[in-house]
């Protein structure tokens, strides 16, 4: 144990929402901070967030956000005694936080081993077995189609089954397969999707839940063993295995049940010798309330922020103490969730198709009001890149209650929300929590496929904004260029 | 006050009638939103300004306002950018006790086509209108039972109407006929008004109260509606001595609104009649300030006007009808043949001795295109002689030989049977009775030579003496909804199908300029609407979904590459807005839009070509269905792009690491051809 070692200036190894996200508690803490950029995100919203700004390298991740050495080199220049990785990029990568540390600097983030642990999906089921938390028929043996279709034949699985990178996170590496003459293909793809995302071409096979709902527990622990967790989040709305919408509490869970899945989380952290935030996955079986492990996410998740809404902690600001070995202060007693929230994340990418957009943001709004948080990576005149993911901003709402906070989220979105230059989410976000069986707590994680059409057909609401603006686009036409000819 | 209005909506016909004959002087049926517009403004006036003489019409006791049908509903589609069916539902809400009149053609509607029965049933009874004045441009009071049935089963008012000429073959004896006829379809008339149009304003004083006093002989009790223009500069006295000879309803429209061709201004009217001793049913001091609120925006539509000024008593011969004015001239303008006119005008006077039928839609525009396309014909090939030649030879054929072709020269004779070779489709289609029966009869077997060439003969057999409601077959409704549904990519409403029935092209246009501009056709002041904002600092003040708004310029860049920026105020808010002109220079991007072409099915960059078993692919390669020839990587995800059909790649458009964007064209492929 090395003892208790104060952050003098944070390096924030991110970009966009997470670097923001992470800057706010610097500034709460008097932390200084510093950004790293890669050239088209040269004007950032989180370059100019910073005290203090590095360029690091080109437009491809590989030579920006994930070149390591670039990144404690530009922590040494700016005399940053910590790296904070938020989420995605480096996040998970144990081989950079075993860096960070080698180089005396302080890993806002957990054990080196227990990422690698945990990045490999095979190693983490076999620990979550020993730990006797449920998991999800599956195998670790599959390097092709054969050997797949094998499996499926000796074990008795059916289709549908899926298909993940051992290393994988955040979807990618991801594919379901119904059919056996599709799973050559779909081998291949996830195969080389991992390969490319995180180095590591290997798979692992897994029984598909039909109608299942995704809850995560959040956990916290320091650095001597004391654990907490901070409840759990319903994440369940996802589209192409990305989530969308996610919810504390949940409202799929009893309260038996609630305490039953938080209870094997804290005991499989304690079995993984985890500290930092983190967050247990599972997968529920809404039709027999069975739930299996998932997966742990060793990292600040992205939507950690309705869990600082229900019960008022900071988990950037905790794992901050973490990281620098203070005592956890907090009992699991202390810990006493008094309101219901929710998130929506606003990608970049057309409702209708889900492609992503790219472009300047030519005019921008943010929600505001009250009960609302936003977390925006972006300004108005700010350019999206196509290099990196499409998040844009993360909308939250709370409120007493389920309907409250849906309440709250429709006036935010609905009301304040206006982003113009590239294409949101947001039509499909406001036609998600207006839809009957949504707001009735009735959905699973093929909601947004099974109901895309109905949800699309909900689009066609102009605001009076829209409305002004086409009338200003006649004037503008007709002022310069006369009286038009159909006239 | 509106609540004491004598006739009002929802009135039973049989009641309205009785009221007016109750009358002891004349109503009055205001056009000023309806064919006053139409005859001296190109149907250019937007109901932004004339619903600001719906509070005065809610009092002046009018009879009914004309406020819809004709050529309003194309304008209205087409360069209004206005839904007839919003115009209503604003009207009716101004002015709920006020009679909403519209003028209908008896199979094309508000079209230019015969429409089937279902198509008729259909669209009248989708509207919401009181009094259908409906008139046949052949007088074939046949084609008018489907509307007259409709109208009459919804408990409206049908207002038959007879179509007025004056010509030798125009009698007494004639108009009679066909006010039988029409007595006969509306089974009496107790609950009728029966109308004249003079829709050319030909009808002198003299003959108007002849004929007037022939129906009222035959027809005690009939209601008789006046309806003329002021072509000819004598509408005031044809009102008179209609009235006089016992005429109940005269039309009129505000004086403000008042140039050449429409109806004669209502004040005079009202002053004109009482001075004779004939009583208005009118209310002065309200009339007095609808036509003052006119005057306050119509200064707004000079643009609009017809570029022939004043008026036309030759109307007498040539006939072209006051709402067909200034559209003809205005096109006359554009085509860069103005100075032809008066000649165009002379064939038109000859035209109407040898086919007989009535100079209003869509008779009118048969007699426009033959006789100006003529025209134009001939002075292109011999000049201005050649066109006073042909006037020359028309004028012997009608006035001195009697149209006895044996009597002019050969030469003369060949050149007279070239008239109608270049005739419209419509006017062939006349006259094989695909309109119903003409007039005064069927032309000359010459006519027929002379339209249809060698094969006349066969053509002529196949003239019908039947109503077109009686050969028209009806149409598929449901497949037509489904062609605008495609063409829209949505679900229409009732409202925008109906349109689509009339008017096709236009009302796509519409809709679709509409989605693009809003309600920019509805809200904006006249001036900013038709020239935009002049110079830096003007502002335009409207009123948008209950809010008030205000867009100031600020500056209007120079055109660059053919696009110019403008920059406006909106609310306080500035804002550029990118404009394109005709010059604006665009890389075009080829899509996939053929079953052998495979685009992208999303945003992205390509990463890779072929696929990782067979590596690369080139032009010429086959490939096989469902297997991947491409990837393309968007936000860190793959996509497979799969061939489409078996066969060879024709075509590569695409090269590794380009952007691409959803829909772009990445191969052509070609179907394998078995060769034997």
């Known amino acids: 144990m090395s003892g208790t070692k104060k952050i003098e200036r944070l390096l924030v190894a991110n970009r966009g929402v997470a670097a923001v996200r992470i800057m706010h508690t610097c500034r709460d803490r008097k932390i200084p901070t510093t950004a790293v950029y890669s050239t088209p995100d040269r004007l950032g919203r989180h370059v100019f967030m910073a005290d203090k700004s590095v360029h690091i390298g080109e437009a491809p991740p590989v030579e920006s956000y994930l070149n390591m050495e670039k990144i404690l080199q530009s922590a040494f220049e700016t005399g940053s005694n910590a790296i904070h990785p938020g989420w995605g990029f480096l996040a998970e990568n144990g081989a950079f936080a075993r860096m960070v540390m080698d180089a005396g600097l302080i890993w806002v983030g957990p054990p080196p081993d227990v990422i690698d642990g945990m990045g490999d999906k095979a190693q983490a089921r076999k620990l979550a077995i020993k730990a006797g938390v449920p998991v999800i028929p599956g195998t670790e043996d599959v390097t092709s189609a054969a050997d797949a279709l094998k499996w499926m034949d000796d074990s008795g699985v059916d289709f549908p089954i899926m298909i993940k990178a051992v290393a994988g996170g955040g979807g990618r590496g991801l594919v379901r397969v119904d059919r056996p003459e599709e799973m050559e293909q779909a081998v291949n793809q996830a195969s080389s999707e991992a390969e490319k995302a995180f180095g590591n071409g290997d798979l692992i096979l897994e029984k598909f839940i039909e109608n299942a709902r995704h809850i995560e527990i959040q956990v916290l622990a320091d650095q001597v063993g004391n654990t907490v967790h901070l409840y759990e989040r319903e994440c369940t709305i996802q589209r192409r295995n990305q989530k969308v919408i996610e919810e504390a509490p949940s409202p799929s869970l009893t309260e038996e049940l609630r305490q039953e899945i938080c209870a094997q989380a804290v005991n499989l952290t304690k079995a993984m010798g985890y500290h930092s935030v983190g967050t247990v996955e599972f997968i529920l079986d809404s039709a027999t309330n069975k739930y299996y492990f998932l997966e742990v996410n060793t990292r600040l998740q992205v939507e950690h922020g309705i869990t600082e809404l229900i019960t008022g902690y900071d988990l950037v600001s905790l794992m901050i103490d973490a990281a620098e070995g203070k005592t956890l202060g907090i009992s699991q007693e202390d810990i006493k969730p008094n309101r219901w929230a929710m998130e929506v994340r606003l990608n970049a990418e057309d409702p209708e198709t889900l492609g992503p957009s790219f472009g300047r943001i030519s005019r921008l709004r943010t929600p505001e009001g009250p009960n609302v948080r936003v977390a925006s990576g972006i300004y108005q005149g700010a350019s999206v890149p196509p290099y990196y993911d499409s998040l844009l901003m993360l909308i939250m709402s709370a409120g007493h209650n389920r309907e409250d906070a849906l309440n709250v989220m429709d006036r935010a979105l609905g009301r304040s929300l206006r982003v113009e230059g590239v294409k949101t989410l947001k039509p499909l976000l406001i036609s998600i929590i207006r839809h009957p069986a949504f707001r009735a707590g009735d959905f699973s994680t093929s909601f947004i496929d099974e109901n895309i059409k109905e949800l699309i057909k909900a689009f066609r609401e102009p605001t009076a904004e829209d409305e002004l603006l086409k009338i200003a686009q006649y004037l503008a036409e007709v002022s310069a260029l006369g009286p038009r000819s159909w006239i | ?676």
């Not at chain 2, 208005?280 to 539509?301: D, F, G, S």
């Not at chain 2, 008026?311 to 709402?323: K, L």
């Not at chain 2, 860069?336 to 109407?352: A, D, E, Q, R, T």
């Not at chain 2, 869509?362 to 002075?379: E, L």
């Open chain 2, 1 to 676: 006050m509106s609540d004491k209005n004598m006739f009002r909506p929802g009135m039973s016909p049989k009641d309205l009638v009785n009221k007016v004959r109750s009358l002891p002087g004349v109503g009055i049926t205001s056009t000023g939103m309806r064919d006053a517009g139409q005859s001296d403004f190109k149907n250019r006036l937007r109901i932004h300004d004339l619903e600001t003489l719906a509070p005065h019409y809610e009092r002046m006791d009018l009879f009914s306002a004309e406020v819809h049908g004709g050529a309003r509903w194309h304008v209205g589609i087409m360069n209004r950018r206005e839904s007839p069916f919003e115009e209503i539902v604003l009207l009716r809400e101004k002015m709920p006790n006020v009679i909403l009149q519209t003028l209908v053609r008896e199979t094309s509607l508000w079209g230019y086509r015969p429409y089937p029965k279902n198509v008729i049933k259909y669209v009248i009874s989708q509207v919401d209108i009181d009094i259908w004045r409906c008139f046949s441009f052949l007088n074939d009071v046949r084609n008018m039972r489907t509307i007259c049935e409709v109208v009459m089963e919804r408990g409206l008012h049908f207002q038959p109407a007879v179509s007025f000429t004056q010509a030798d073959w125009a009698t007494n004896e004639y108009y009679i006929k066909v006010v039988d006829d029409m007595v006969d379809l509306c089974g009496g008339v107790e609950e009728i008004v029966m109308c004249i149009k003079d829709m050319a304003g030909v009808g002198s004083p003299e003959r108007i109260r002849e004929l007037v006093d022939a129906m009222l002989q035959k027809y005690p009790e009939m209601v008789i509606q006046y309806h003329r223009h002021s072509t000819d500069g004598l509408g005031l006295p044809a009102l008179l001595a209609a009235a006089q000879a016992g005429a109940k309803l005269l039309d009129a429209q505000e004086d403000s609104l008042t140039r050449f061709y429409g109806q004669p201004p209502i004040l005079s009217l009202h002053a004109y009649l009482e001075e004779a001793g004939i009583p208005v049913h009118l209310n002065r001091p309200e009339t007095e300030a609808a036509v003052q609120t006119a005057r306050e925006w119509i200064r707004h539509y000079g643009w609009a006007e017809s570029p022939f000024k004043g008026t036309d008593h030759t109307v007498v011969q040539h006939r072209m009808p006051g709402g067909a004015f200034p559209s003809s001239f205005e096109q006359a303008e554009q085509g860069g043949f103005l100075h032809l006119m008066p000649m165009i005008l002379k064939v038109m006077s000859l035209y109407n001795r040898i086919v007989h039928y009535f100079d209003v839609t869509p008779g009118s525009q048969m007699t426009w295109v033959t006789c100006s396309g003529t025209v134009n014909r001939y002075a292109k090939e011999f000049g201005l002689a050649g066109v006073n030649s042909l006037i020359a030879l028309l004028t012997k054929f009608t006035e001195e030989v009697d149209q006895d072709l044996d009597r002019l020269y050969p030469d003369e004779k060949t050149e007279l049977m070239e008239f109608f070779t270049t005739a419209p489709g419509d006017f062939k289609n006349l006259i094989l009775g695909r309109y119903g029966k003409l007039p005064a009869g069927w032309p000359a077997d010459w006519v027929y030579e002379s339209a249809f060439g060698d094969r006349w003969k066969e053509q002529l057999a196949k003239r019908s003496d039947a109503s077109p409601l009686d050969s028209t077959r009806d149409e598929d409704l449901d497949a037509l909804r489904a062609d605008l549904a495609a063409k829209l990519e949505w679900e229409p409403t009732e409202e925008e199908f109906i349109l689509y029935l009339m008017h096709p092209k236009d009302t796509v246009d519409m809709i679709h300029f509409r989605e693009e501009y809003g309600e920019a056709s509805i809200v904006l002041p006249t001036s900013v609407w038709h020239s935009g904002l002049a110079k830096p600092g003007d502002t335009v003040d409207f009123t948008m979904m209950n809010k008030p708004h205000t867009v100031e310029m600020v500056s209007v860049g120079e055109e660059h590459e053919g696009y110019i920026s403008v920059v406006l105020r909106i609310n306080n808010q500035t804002r550029v807005f990118t404009v394109e002109t005709p010059r604006a220079v665009k890389t075009e991007i080829r899509m996939a839009r053929a079953a052998n072409e495979v685009g992208s099915p999303i945003t992205g960059s390509i990463w890779r070509l072929g696929n990782p078993k067979r590596g690369d692919l080139a032009v010429g390669d086959v490939v096989h269905e469902g297997e991947e020839i491409a990837n393309i990587e968007a936000m860190k995800m793959e996509n497979v792009i799969a061939a489409t059909l078996t066969g060879r790649i024709a075509e590569i458009c695409i090269q590794l690491n380009d952007s691409v964007i959803e829909g772009q064209l990445l191969f052509v492929l070609e179907e394998e051809i078995e060769e034997e």
